[in-house]
DNA sequence: GGGTGAGTATACAGATCGGTCTACTATGGG
DNA sequence: CCCATAGTAGACCGATCTGTATACTCACCC
C-alpha cells in the first residue's frame, strides 16, 4: 500500500520499513525471551495453535510480563513476523554485498535463501505459512507480511535491471516465481534440494534473457 | 514414500487414491451440507480459526448430526482437502482431455490451475495453506496434502517425457517449481495473474528444452 | 530514600474449544 | 408394524483460550 518506492536506494540498503506502520516494542529481557520463544513455537506448530500460556511457560515468564510488554497476542505475531523478515534480510544484503556482478548478485539471493532455509526452516517460509493463517488483511501482521513480497519482488527487479533494463520488471517477477516456488517446494518436501534446483532454474533463466552476460 | 510408481497409468486417469488411507465418511445430506461450510469457512478464514459450531451453524445442521457423521473435527479436514483434491483432478483432467500435443498438455495444466483458481481461490492453493497449518506429520490430514502435491510432480513428470525422456524428472521438477510459484504468489497478491505468468515461463522453459518441439 | 520500571506468583474472568448426552421426530423398507 | 437411519433441539462437560487483577520483590537512579 501507499507509494511502494522507496527512494531510488541501492537494493542492499534498505533494511528498514520492515516495521512499517507497527511500532514495535521496547525490547527489555523478558520480551527478549517472550519473542524466542512464540517465534520458535508459531513457526514450528503454526500460529493459531500456540496459546500465549504455552509460550510465556516456554519463555520462562509470567503471563503478566508477556502482555505487559505486548499487549496482545496479535501484537506478538506482528514482532514475531517483522523480527524474522528484518534478521531475514540482513541475511541476504551479507550475501548481496560480497557478489559483484548482477548475475551472481541475483543468484546469491537464492544461496541466501537455500543456506537461510536449510540451517532454521525445515517448514519453509514463515510469511507464506503465516499468509495461510492469517485471512484477514485488517490483521496487524497482514502489511508486514505483504510488505515482505513486495520488497523481495523489488529487489529481483532491481537485481535485473542492469542485466536487462527494458524487461528488468518481467524478469524480476519471473525470478519471484521460481523463489517462491523453490520456499514451497521445500517447505512440503516435494522434492530434496528445492531451492538449490530454483537457483539452478534462474541461472537458466538469466542465462537465457541476457545472453551477453 | 513408498515407491511412489503408481504403475505406468496415463496420468490423466489416476483419478484414485485421493482419500488414501483415510476411509471417507457416507455422503448423507446432512453431512454434504457440513462438507460444504466446512469447506468454504476453512478455505477462507484457516482451519483453526474455524470451530465446529460455527460450522454446524452454517451448515443449517446440528453439532450431533456434523459427530454423527464425520466423529472429529480432524476428519471434517480430511474430507474437505481429499474432497478438494478430488474435484481439482477432474477438473484438471478435462483440460488435459482437450489437448494432444505434449507441449500444449503441458500448458493446460497452468490453464487450468488459471481457471480454477480465478473461479474459486483467491487466496491460493488449499493445500499449500494446510500444510502451513497442519505441522504435525502424523495428522491424518498430512497425507493428503503431500499426496496431492506428489501426484502434481509425478505428473508433470510424465507429460514432460514425451517431449525429453531423459530430462523427464527435471523437466517436471522445474515445471513444478514455476507452477507452486504462481499459486503461491497469486494467493498472497504479489503482482498480478501470477499464474498466467507462470504458464509464459513454462512455455519459455519448455521451448528451449525441447528445440524441436 | 523514595519512586519508577521490570519482573514473579497466582488467582480469576468470560468466552470458546472439541466433544457427548438425552429426548424426540420423520421417513422409508422388510 | 416395526425398526433402523438421519435428522432436530438443546443442555452439558472439562479443557483451553485471551486477557485482567492483586500483591509483592528487586534494581536502579535522582
Known amino acids: 500500500m501507499s507509494e511502494h518506492g522507496q527512494r531510488r536506494s541501492d537494493a542492499t540498503r534498505a533494511p528498514d520499513n520492515s516495521g512499517q506502520g507497527s511500532r514495535r516494542v521496547p525490547m527489555t529481557p523478558g520480551a527478549r525471551k517472550v519473542l524466542e520463544a512464540a517465534g520458535r513455537l508459531f513457526y514450528e ?3 493459531h495453535a500456540v496459546g500465549v500460556d504455552l509460550i510465556a511457560a516456554e519463555a520462562g515468564v509470567t503471563k503478566k510480563t508477556l502482555y505487559d510488554r505486548f499487549g496482545a497476542k496479535d501484537q506478538i505475531v506482528v514482532e514475531y513476523l517483522a523480527d524474522r523478515d528484518e534478521r531475514w534480510r540482513a541475511f541476504l544484503v551479507a550475501y548481496l554485498e560480497r557478489s559483484r556482478s548482477p548475475r551472481s548478485r541475483i543468484l546469491a539471493v537464492f544461496d541466501a535463501s537455500r543456506d537461510w532455509a536449510e540451517q532454521s526452516l525445515p517448514r519453509g517460509c ?6 495461510a493463517e492469517i485471512a484477514d488483511p485488517a490483521h496487524p501482521a497482514y502489511a508486514v ?3 515482505q513480497k513486495a520488497w523481495m519482488l523489488e529487489l529481483f527487479t532491481d537485481l535485473a535491471r542492469p542485466l536487462a533494463p ?10 519471484m516465481l521460481l523463489h517462491e516456488g523453490g520456499l514451497v517446494a521445500y517447505g512440503m518436501g516435494i ?3 528445492a531451492i538449490e534446483r530454483a537457483r539452478q532454474d534462474a541461472q537458466a533463466l538469466v542465462r537465457a534473457a541476457v545472453p551477453s552476460g
Do not use: V, W
Not at 514463515?126 to 499468509?131: D, K, L, V
Open 45 to 47: 506448530r503454526g500460529i
Open 145 to 147: 507480511i505483504t510488505g
Open 166 to 175: 527494458r524487461r528488468a520488471k518481467s524478469l524480476g517477477r519471473s525470478l
Open 126 to 131: 514463515s510469511m507464506i505459512n503465516a499468509h
Open 191 to 193: 522434492f530434496p534440494d
